[in-house]
T-cell receptor, first 112, second 114 residues
Framework: AQSVSQHNHHVILSEAASLELGCNYSYGGTVNLFWYVQYPGQHLQLLLKYFSGDPLVKGIKGFEAEFIKSKFSFNLRKPSVQWSDTAEYFCAVNTGRRALTFGSGTRLQVQP | DTAVSQTPKYLVTQMGNDKSIKCEQNLGHDTMYWYKQDSKKFLKIMFSYNNKELIINETVPNRFSPKSPDKAHLNLHINSLELGDSAVYFC?????????????FGSGTQLSVL
């Protein structure tokens, strides 16, 4: 069965620090990959997605993610975080089923 | 305008009771979902409906019964509530072909079973 692992459960950074959140999945076939974000008190919303083509995907608010097929990874990055990036970040994968499989989430806390 | 709305936002109840959570989407999507988020933040798919037809039914106790009166609504009824049912339940919808490209989530229902 497909699964998604997010190894960082809680990350604390200072403003302007660089961010990288890890995401690994276990599935040998074609995958579609997603990062979702949940800001405090708000809905889960899509940050970015990868379906095909350029493995470096750019999303909203300066976030990007790189799909490395050989490592089964889809890590999320941002060069310089802001206090407003404080949120819960979820990696997700779709392997052709009619639903997404999510990781357990990473709580990002950005200190001013 | 709220795209995916679910009610109630909070639900506190006693063990053994029966409760329902309602979900409505005004996006015209064909597919709706129920996800359960446990205390460790894992979001697990429970059910998926496409045009009122059950598509995904994960290993969920029979006490959980989804009902889709039309493609804009997917309600979740839970019988004989147990302590382990305490979680946040998220409704979502998507417009997709063979797989969801983008899920739109509701704000969640925090269920506490005492």
């Amino acid at each position: 069965a497909q699964s998604v692992s997010q190894h960082n459960h809680h990350v604390i950074l200072s403003e302007a620090a660089s961010l990288e959140l890890g995401c690994n999945y276990s599935y040998g076939g074609t995958v579609n990959l997603f990062w979702y974000v949940q800001y405090p008190g708000q809905h889960l919303q899509l940050l970015l997605k990868y379906f095909s083509g350029d493995p470096l995907v750019k999303g909203i608010k300066g976030f990007e993610a790189e799909f490395i097929k050989s490592k089964f990874s889809f890590n999320l990055r941002k060069p310089s975080v802001q206090w407003s990036d404080t949120a819960e970040y979820f990696c997700a994968v779709n392997t052709g089923r009619r639903a997404l499989t999510f990781g357990s989430g990473t709580r990002l806390q950005v200190q001013p | 305008d709220t795209a995916v709305s679910q009610t109630p936002k909070y639900l506190v109840t006693q063990m053994g009771n029966d409760k329902s959570i309602k979900c409505e989407q005004n996006l015209g999507h064909d597919t709706m979902y129920w996800y359960k988020q446990d205390s460790k933040k894992f979001l697990k798919i429970m059910f998926s409906y496409n045009n009122k037809e059950l598509i995904i039914n994960e290993t969920v106790p029979n006490r959980f019964s989804p009902k889709s009166p039309d493609k804009a609504h997917l309600n979740l009824h839970i019988n004989s509530l147990e302590l382990g049912d305490s979680a946040v339940y998220f409704c979502a919808s998507s417009q997709d072909g063979t797989g969801p490209e983008k899920l739109f989530f509701g704000s969640g229902t925090q269920l506490s079973v005492l």
